[in-house]
């Protein structure tokens, strides 16, 4: 799998999550490497940085400003497959700021 220039929005996460159908993610790879930019709904602006852990997982940092200025940064493995062409995302995540965990569905826009 490749996610360069692949952009994506959640689909459904829990309440802990700031992300929603709002939010955009930009994603770009280098080889094993990954990163994306991300904005929208309650995130002003959001950067996350990883790497392939295997064929169809990632594991990545994040960080992003929300709308109330806070600055928040997690940790999130991210799971992929494919369906109906397109990549779905299954996120296991924690913030590193409050330890709460959660999880969250992306889909490949």
Excluded: P
Excluded at 17 to 26: A, I, K, L, P
Excluded at 49 to 74: C, D, M, P, V
Excluded at 77 to 94: A, D, M, P, R
């Amino acid at each position: 799998m490749n996610l360069n220039q692949k952009v994506f929005t959640a689909l459904q996460n829990c309440e802990t999550g700031e992300v929603s159908n709002q939010t955009q993610f930009h994603y770009y790879q280098q080889d094993k490497m990954i990163w994306a930019e991300y904005s929208g709904g309650e995130i002003l602006k959001g950067f996350l940085i990883g790497k392939w852990i295997n064929a169809s997982q990632i594991e990545f940092t994040y960080q992003h400003l929300n709308q109330k200025l806070e600055n928040r940064l997690g940790r999130c493995v991210t799971t992929f497959e494919v369906e109906n062409g397109k990549l779905i995302g299954t996120e296991h995540w924690q913030w590193l700021d409050t330890l709460e965990q959660g999880s969250s569905l992306i889909k490949e826009i």
